[in-house]
């Protein structure tokens, strides 16, 4: 079987059986979702949803989360992962937005990286959700999930990972298929023990059927 081959049958698969695939954090705009995607590293998407609503309520703009200092932050993110970088990263983006971009969550990548907490994965993230863009953000889900079915071959950086999976997927499809492959890495591709009886992607899953993964299993 080619790549394309691989790439063709895995995409129309979950064209047929994961028609809608959509981002699990709640937000109303693209400012709440650059919080959640920020307090999402490391932390699982239900936490932050548990943490948002009280935040975004008392801090709903930018100029109200730059006016903070990130120790009233901590108070309302202290139950996720690493709340202290977080809420310092939180401020610190809002400040950055109201300065140097009218309150406005800028649509471009690099931008979006200028801000405090924001990385290429979460800069990608804001881009292809937000605003639609074929910005491919790799997460640990996306990163295993592409190795595994063998739409990546030993990639060695979340970077290399992205780049390929942009080459071989359809411009119109990235904003989807990011979250096509990071659901199936949530609930069916799991780290420890994928679901491969599960898993309808077996016919054309390279770690299936060459019997890597097959000791995660056990």
């Known amino acids: 079987m080619t790549k394309k081959e691989r790439y063709s049958h895995i995409i129309d698969w979950f064209k047929e059986h994961v028609p809608v695939a959509e981002t699990e954090l709640n937000y109303n705009n693209p400012f709440e979702l650059l919080v959640a995607v920020i307090l999402s590293a490391q932390c699982t998407d239900k936490r932050v949803n548990m943490v948002t609503p009280r935040l975004l309520h008392d801090y709903p703009t930018p100029e109200a989360m730059a006016s903070a200092e990130p120790e009233v932050i901590f108070e309302y993110i202290k139950s996720v992962s ?6 310092k990263h939180l401020v610190g ?21 200028s801000l405090p907490g924001v990385g290429r994965k979460t800069a990608n993230v804001i881009a292809s959700v937000v605003f639609n863009q074929p910005a491919m953000a790799v997460d640990t889900h996306v990163f295993r ?74």
């Not at 690493?82 to 809420?87: E, F, G, M, Q, V």
Request: with cysteine; glycine share 6%; net charge positive.
């Open 145 to 218: 999930v592409s190795e595994r079915l063998g739409l990546t071959t030993h990639s060695k950086s979340p970077l290399q990972t992205e780049r390929e999976l942009t080459r071989h997927i359809p411009s119109e499809l990235i904003p989807k298929a990011h979250h096509w492959l990071i659901l199936h890495g949530r609930y069916v591709c799991t780290a420890r023990r994928p679901k491969c009886e599960a898993c309808g992607l077996t016919p054309w899953c390279r770690a299936y059927r060459t019997g890597i993964g097959v000791k995660e299993q056990k």
């Open 93 to 113: 983006m809002a400040r950055k937005l109201v300065e140097n971009f009218g309150g406005e969550v800028p649509a471009d990548v690099d931008r979006l990286q």
């Open 82 to 87: 690493y709340p202290n970088n977080k809420s």
